[in-house]
Nanobody
Framework: QVQLVESGGGLVQAGGSLRLSCAAS????????MGWYRQAPGKQRELVAR???????NYADSVQGRFTISRDNAKNTVYLQMNSLKPEDTAVYYC??????????????????WGQGTQVTVSS
């Protein structure tokens, strides 16, 4: 069983910064990718940023240039540095890990794990 523990959310004024952290623990064979999603009230969950085990990253257009995702593979931890925050960034942020399984027997060989979510509120 793999668990994701998030930290770093909170209340910040527009233009400020926050750093989110997410650490994976448990029985881990391989983490193929880690990322952050967010869900604002009344809206669907959306991808914010994602980083693969090889270091490739992708970002939502709305956060490009303001947010930076990074990963410490040795610690099974992903970070999201959020700068120049805007009120529209207000949401619950969820950590996601795409876990790999050994390719033995029938698949699937990947599965998703989600964190419990951390609130980010940006005041105007």
């Amino acid at each position: 069983q793999v668990q994701l523990v998030e930290s770093g959310g909170g209340l910040v004024q527009a233009g400020g910064s926050l750093r989110l952290s997410c650490a994976a623990s448990g029985i881990i064979f391989r983490i193929n990718a880690m990322g952050w999603y967010r869900q604002a009230p009344g809206k669907q969950r959306e991808l914010v940023a994602r980083v693969t085990s090889g270091g490739s990253t992708n970002y939502a257009d709305s956060v490009q240039g303001r947010f930076t995702i990074s990963r410490d593979n040795a610690k099974n931890t992903v970070y999201l540095q959020m700068n120049s925050l805007k009120p529209e960034d207000t949401a619950v942020y969820y950590c996601n890990a795409l876990m790999g399984r050994p390719r033995v027997g029938p698949g699937p060989y990947e599965y998703d794990v989600w964190g419990q979510g951390t609130q980010v509120t940006v005041s105007s």
